[in-house]
Nanobody, 129 residues
């Protein structure tokens, strides 16, 4: 059973920073790409950032490029993915979800949420103006 647990969300003023973490366990997650998605009230879930199994391929949504950095640490049966978010804007307000993809050792990250098999419960990020 795969478990993804997000942490690090909260309330921050515009221009501030947050660091989200996702701890994954229950599968050899170091073989799979990991991603961050977000969903704002009344909107569809959207891609934020993703990193492939080795860390060699990374992708960001245009809306966060230059402001966010995704990274991962693969350590045995526990894998951690972080999302450092800087220069936050009110439009970044959303529930942020960590996800693990379904195909192992894929060299190129996928930005489509449908490719991700496992999801965390989400962590709320609220940016005040």
């Amino acid at each position: 059973q795969v478990q993804l647990v997000e942490s690090g969300g909260g309330l921050v003023q515009a221009g501030g920073s947050l660091r989200l973490s996702c701890a994954g366990s229950g599968r050899t997650l170091n073989r799979y790409a990991m991603g961050w998605f977000r969903q704002a009230p009344g909107k569809e879930r959207e891609f934020v950032a993703a990193i492939n199994w080795s860390g060699g391929d990374i992708a960001y949504a245009d809306s966060v490029k230059g402001r966010c950095t995704i990274a991962r640490v693969n350590a045995g049966n526990t894998n951690t993915v972080t999302l450092q978010m800087n220069s936050l804007k009110p439009e970044d307000t959303a529930v942020y979800y960590c996800a693990a993809e379904g195909i192992e050792f894929r060299s190129v990250v996928v930005t489509n949420a449908a490719a991700y098999d496992y999801w965390g419960q989400g962590t709320q990020v609220t940016v005040s103006s």
